[in-house]
């Protein structure tokens, strides 16, 4: 795997809230190799481990991207959403950022039939012809159309299943997760003090609450995705 340099700051971390984990009545006792102290009540993540694994998935990202591979991003609580969107868009990654519909990946079939009944759908609303429908079967095509748009709309464009899922959240995106081990698809997990670091293949401990810790950890992820994005464009 190609190691690169990452300008990983601690820091930058700091500022950003990275290090702040849960309260330690809280926490997962797996968690205790990367928890470094704690303070009035809460468990501080240690950045030195948080810098190494996070520049280990930069690194892995990289590597898939200059191989043409495809990412899905998954973030779907409030405080993630907004960025993971952004991330996503930026890198030309796949995304869900709302509630994730059981079996997205692992009923791969019934996701890719939704995909199209979308996609149908889009086209429709765009040539005028749902205006021209009765205004109940308009009304309801188009309720299908913003619920599609919704849940699937981060995905309008993927055409099979993932190299890389990439996860803010592990206890939040719990059965994101389980498919992803399912299928055998490489996952990078962002983890709390309250999480199993052993579920993801590469997990990066960090504070998965705060906006700005958040989209520290995506940012890089997502200027190596583009770095080696541009490596497969150059070298393909």
């Not at 996701?111 to 199209?116: A, D, F, I, N």
Request: proline content about 3%.
């Amino acid at each position: 795997m190609t190691r690169r340099y990452w300008n990983i700051n601690l820091e930058e971390m700091m500022e950003a809230g990275v290090h702040f984990g849960h309260g330690t009545r809280k926490w997962n006792p797996r968690m205790a190799p990367y928890i470094s102290a704690k303070r009035k009540g809460i468990h501080i993540t240690n950045l030195t481990r948080t810098a190494r694994f996070l520049s280990e998935a930069c690194d892995l990202v990289f590597d898939a991207a200059s191989r043409g591979k495809q990412f899905l991003i998954v973030g779907t609580k409030n405080k993630a959403a907004d960025s993971v969107a952004r991330a996503a868009i930026r890198a030309r990654c796949h995304y869900v950022n709302k509630k994730w519909l059981g079996g997205i990946l692992t009923n791969w079939s019934t996701t890719e039939t939704r995909l199209h009944k979308f996609r149908d759908l889009r086209m429709e609303q765009k040539m005028g012809r749902l205006n021209r429908l009765p205004k109940r079967d308009a009304a309801m095509l188009k309720r299908q159309l913003s619920h599609l748009q919704t849940y699937l709309g981060g995905i309008k464009y993927m055409t099979g299943l993932p190299d890389i899922v990439i996860i803010v959240d592990q206890h939040e995106e719990y059965t994101a997760l389980r498919e992803c081990i399912t299928l055998g698809i490489p996952t990078i997990c962002l983890i709390d003090t309250n999480c199993d670091p052993d579920l993801g293949d590469i997990s990066i401990p960090a504070n998965d609450d705060a906006i700005a810790s958040i989209r520290l950890i995506l940012n890089k992820l997502v200027f190596a995705i583009c770095e080696g994005r541009s490596s497969y464009i150059i070298n393909p």
